[in-house]
DNA sequence: CACTGTAACTGGAGCGCTCTAGTCGCGCGC
DNA sequence: GCGCGCGACTAGAGCGCTCCAGTTACAGTG
């Protein structure tokens, strides 16, 4: 910098003001510090420029690496971030690097605030968290006190899904459940009251999760079901397991949606291949991810108390492999 | 830092010897400082860590957020960095951020190496950056002066894939090719040379790429043939193509691996599922990630030339989608 | 018992920026 | 012609650490 300022003609504070993109430089100064720079090769040190400033404008961002889901929001995360002119952290849960893990590393590179993607910390953790500094919950809804929360409306998400089945004349409809997954519970409930509402016959849960071997496994229980009992169609916790389930079902034989039809949830990339074809809830990550960033960016700069859980609204894309019962 | 110190009765310095876990303090000196820290709440910052450090053990990662494969490597990352005593920084690309706007990002966080994973980066690019700093391309071959590589032996891997199909008996083998995607070329290469080797009759290339739409384009492509000129046996560019094209081919009624044969590339996690159980070739995702940090750090620290493109040898994982053709 | 060596600890100068409180010209209004 | 305001620019004190050069205390040595 200081090499800068002296091929320049003039002082640090001047180059640091053109870097900042500052008033105060006259546009030829800033021109020559520019060239200067360039001659050198110069780029500030961010590190010590957040040393500096008395802000640091760094969100961290903790999600699973590899979850396809996930990086759909980062992507939207970034954008958002650089629009409220704050810098994302990333910071990956892996088999091997806990969720506490990589929130401690965020906190040690002094980040303003935090967003939890499918966050699976304790209420305990995640206070002690949001009392030091603004906290958002992606994806999983949580009532802790001081975090906010950043979500899809998952109940309302099943409910479309059942009444799109309930449309097409099916009456018994199971839902392939998530467990402990983030928005499960939910996803639970709004099937629950769908069905009542509709006044459709209550039938339990088939036991899911959120990978493909999880809806593989729920398959397998609907096929051992006495014929008869089982259901016309199924509402999967996610795509993931939905896809699972449908290729199960299929290579034992059933044909979909001919003689069962599958929604599943989120609107991955893949469900939405020709081959494909899934009928799903599409969860808007652009929303989400918008959402959040300015939930913190709120907290950090406008002072104004955020309101309730933000819950974004999901969308029921149908495509191919929802159908009349036969 | 300057509290901490007041209150555990000793100087700054020596609660930074303590953090840093140098030599250099008793061990009742420990202790007190840790607990006035753990009372204070205190946590070192490590921005200020590393800009006061002549050296920042620093390594930025650049990754495609969402790639089920990437996420393997970045648990590997970690992993290995820790070992090594280096810090990882994530940097994503993805459909909005690019991989040059990436790079950007950890140049001006002073990372000391870089570890690529997957690149597309130019020629020129990868050049001008590994002037600047120790660069490692993992996955991706490239022959830039100065760019380590770290990648699994491609060819390698589909000569076993071939030789296995050979060994079960098929001789009308093709491959679904990767077009420009890293490593494709070599899988390529390895498919022809194998069978050459082997004497089995040649094919042209199935046009594929590394989605699971690819893999079901490819499957089109494969259906449209006369009856009698299709292969029994298919090797597709990775797992997700593969499934795609198992996926489309029992769609359209072929039985695999009865009728069909296919054996896929990188096992991915979904690829050993039960019900999917993707006979494909292994890449060692663990080795991949500890060889590019080995490489990086020993670039930094050892000075000692790395030798030529680190190859990781491959294995062959037999699953249930290959079998004797009829 | 002076002398050395060592372990434990301290002071203070950086690291590369930011930012406040200036200084310096200069055109303008009255 | 004097004061004033304003834009352009600078000096220098931080930011929170690290690290080098000491200093001190104290056991060991001949």
């Known amino acids: 910098m200081e090499d800068v300022a002296a091929r320049a003609g003039v002082s640090r ?22 060239a200067a720079a360039a001659d050198l090769g110069y780029q500030p040190d961010r590190r010590a420029s957040r040393l500096g400033r008395t802000r640091t404008r760094m969100l961290g961002v903790v999600f699973g690496v590899g979850h396809a889901f996930h990086g759909d929001l980062i992507d939207s995360l970034y954008a958002a971030a650089a629009v409220s002119d704050y810098e994302v952290v ?40 949001a009392g030091r500094l603004p906290t958002v919950s992606v994806l999983r809804d949580v009532r802790v006190e001081g975090v906010d929360v950043v979500r899809t409306d998952d109940a309302e998400g099943l409910r479309q899904a059942v009444t799109h089945l309930h449309g097409l004349g099916h009456r018994r409809i199971v839902h392939a459940d998530g467990g402990r997954a983030p928005g499960a519970a939910q996803r639970r409930r709004g099937y629950r009251s769908a069905v009542r509402r509709l006044g459709l016959p209550p039938m339990p849960l088939l036991p899911g999760g959120l990978t493909e071997e999880d809806g593989a496994r729920a398959a397998a229980v609907l096929l051992g079901l006495p014929p008869g009992e089982g259901p016309t169609a199924v509402t999967a916790f996610n795509d993931r397991c939905a896809l699972g389930f449908v290729d199960a079902v299929r290579r034992a034989g059933l044909k979909v949606p001919e003689q069962l039809s599958v929604v599943g949830f989120d609107d991955i990339r893949a469900a939405s291949y020709a081959h494909i074809a899934l009928t799903t809830v599409r969860q808007d990550a652009d929303a989400l991810g918008r959402l959040a960033i300015e939930r913190a960016a709120s907290r950090l ?26």
Do not use: H, K
């Open 301 to 326: 700069d406008g002072g104004e108390p955020p309101g309730n859980p933000v819950v974004v609204a999901p969308a029921l894309v149908v495509r191919a492999t929802t159908g009349a019962p036969r």
């Open 13 to 34: 504070a001047l180059v640091s003001i053109v870097f900042r993109g500052a008033v105060g430089a006259s546009e030829g100064t800033r021109e020559r510090v520019l």
């Open 90 to 129: 990333l910071s990956g849960v892996t088999p091997r690097r806990s969720e506490e893990e990589a929130v401690r590393a965020l906190l040690a590179e002094r980040c303003e605030g935090i967003v939890l993607v499918g966050s699976a910390l304790p209420s305990p953790a995640l206070s002690e968290l």
